[in-house]
C-alpha cells in the first residue's frame, strides 16, 4: 500500500513539473490585488487613505483604533461605562512619506491640506527622533536612589525622580473616578483615554465612554455592543467626507500642539484636567437622524518626563446645542418618523390616495426631502458596515 502511495506522489510531482515546463515560456496572468493603504503612525493615529480618497462615500464610522488590539473589557452598569484595554505593543509607522505622497497625488484642495498637516508633524517626529541622545543606562545612573517619602509635585513627576507609568495611572484613576461621577447622571455622551508616554511616541492604554452612544446612535443592544467593543470600538459616525478630514487633520494638530508647547504651558495641563478647544459637530445615527452638538476636549498630562513624551489622559465631552440632550432629540425625531409612517400607511387605504387631493406638487416635494433625511437606513453605509460586524 504504501509503494503505491509513494508511486501516486511520484506522478504528481511529475505532472507538476510537466505542466511548469509547459507554461515556462506562454503567457502567465496575475491577478494585481489592491493595498489596503492604512497607516498606523506614531502618536497612536490612523490615517485611512481608502476612505479619505473615496469621495463618493459618506456616514464614515470612526473606530477608536483600527490596529490596536484589546485585550480587556470592563463594564459598570451603575455608572453606564464601558473601559476597554488595550495592547500598548503595537508597531507603529515611523515615516509618513507614503500616506503624505498619496494625498498629495490626488491633487485635491482639501487633502493636500491635510498632507500638510501631515508633513509639518512628521518634520516634528523625526526632528524628536534624532534627537534621542540620552539612553536609559545615563538616565538610571542620575535617577535618585533614596525613596521619596513625600508625595512628587506635578513639576517633580519625571524619570529623574522615579517616576513611571504606574505612578500616571494612580493619578489617572482618580480623575478618571471624578470624571464618571460628574457624568453619572447626565444623558450627555462623554468618553476619556489614558495614553502611555514612549520616547517619541504616545499609545493608548484606555479608553472608556459611556454606553448610551451605542444604544441612541448605533441602535445596538447590550450583548452587540460587548462584541463590538471587544473587536473594534467605535467612537463617532461623520456623515460628510469633509468632517472625516477634519476629525484626522484635528487629531495631528492636538499632537503638534503639545510637541510645541512651552513648557510653561504644559504645566498648566499637569494641574488637573483643563479645557484645551471646543468646536460644533454634526453627530449622525444609523437610521440616519443627525443633532447638531457642542464637542469640548480636556486635557490631563500626567508627567513631566524629561527624555520622553508624558503620559497623558483626554476627556471628552458631548454636550447639546440648547436644553435638550441628544437622547431626547433622537426620540423625538424617530417618533415624529413612526408617526409620519403610520399617516402614510393609513393614507393608502384612502379610496381617493391616486387622486388628485394626493398629488399636490409642494406635498411631495416635502415627503421627497423628509424621505432623503429620514428613510435612508437601508442605504446607509454605516448600518450595512455595522451589520457585517455584528
Not at 498648566?268 to 479645557?275: A, E, T, V, W
Request: with cysteine.
Amino acid at each position: 500500500m504504501q509503494q503505491v502511495v509513494v508511486h501516486k506522489k511520484k506522478r504528481i510531482k511529475k505532472n507538476q513539473k510537466e505542466q511548469l515546463k509547459n507554461t515556462k515560456y506562454g503567457y502567465l496572468l496575475f491577478q494585481n490585488v489592491d493595498q489596503i493603504k492604512v497607516f498606523y503612525v506614531v502618536g497612536d493615529i490612523d490615517i485611512d487613505v481608502d476612505q479619505l480618497l473615496n469621495k463618493d462615500f459618506f456616514n464614515i464610522c470612526v473606530s477608536i483604533n483600527q490596529f490596536n488590539k484589546v485585550t480587556s473589557m470592563i463594564k459598570q452598569p451603575d455608572l453606564d461605562f464601558v473601559d476597554i484595554f488595550f495592547d500598548t505593543n503595537m508597531q507603529r509607522q515611523g515615516d509618513l512619506s507614503v500616506p503624505i505622497r498619496l494625498l498629495r497625488d490626488s491633487h485635491q484642495s482639501d487633502l493636500n491640506s491635510l498632507a500638510d498637516i501631515i508633513e509639518y508633524y512628521n518634520q516634528i517626529i523625526q526632528k524628536k527622533m534624532k534627537q534621542q541622545s540620552q539612553s536609559i543606562q545615563q538616565i538610571q545612573s542620575i535617577q535618585h536612589q533614596l525613596p521619596i517619602s513625600e508625595p512628587l509635585s506635578e513639576l517633580d513627576c519625571d524619570e529623574y525622580h522615579g517616576w513611571n507609568f504606574e505612578k500616571s495611572l494612580e493619578k489617572a484613576w482618580k480623575a478618571v473616578y471624578d470624571f464618571k461621577m460628574e457624568m453619572k447622571d447626565s444623558k450627555n455622551h462623554c468618553c476619556y483615554a489614558i495614553f502611555k508616554g514612549y520616547e517619541y511616541d504616545q499609545v493608548k492604554y484606555c479608553f472608556g465612554q459611556k454606553l448610551d452612544y451605542y444604544r441612541h446612535f448605533y441602535c445596538l443592544n447590550e450583548e452587540q455592543i460587548d462584541f463590538l467593543n471587544m473587536r473594534k470600538p467605535l467612537i463617532f459616525n461623520y456623515k460628510y467626507l469633509h468632517q472625516y478630514i477634519q476629525f484626522v487633520a484635528a487629531r495631528f494638530k492636538r499632537l503638534i500642539m503639545i510637541f510645541n508647547q512651552e513648557k510653561s504651558e504644559r504645566n498648566h495641563f499637569r494641574k488637573g484636567l483643563k479645557f484645551l478647544f471646543e468646536q460644533e459637530i454634526d453627530a449622525v445615527s444609523v437610521d440616519n437622524l443627525t443633532v447638531r452638538l457642542k464637542f469640548q476636549e480636556y486635557l490631563y498630562i500626567l508627567s513631566n518626563y524629561k527624555n520622553q513624551q508624558d503620559d497623558v489622559m483626554l476627556v471628552q465631552k458631548i454636550l447639546p446645542i440648547g436644553d435638550k440632550s441628544a437622547t431626547d432629540i433622537l426620540k423625538a425625531q424617530r417618533n415624529l418618523k413612526s408617526q409620519l409612517s403610520e399617516e402614510e400607511y393609513n393614507s393608502m387605504k384612502n379610496p381617493f390616495y391616486g387622486g388628485q387631493i394626493y398629488r399636490d406638487v409642494i406635498y411631495e416635494a416635502q415627503s421627497e426631502i423628509f424621505k432623503d433625511k429620514f428613510y435612508s437606513i437601508v442605504e446607509n453605509n454605516v448600518y450595512q458596515s455595522l451589520q457585517e460586524q455584528l
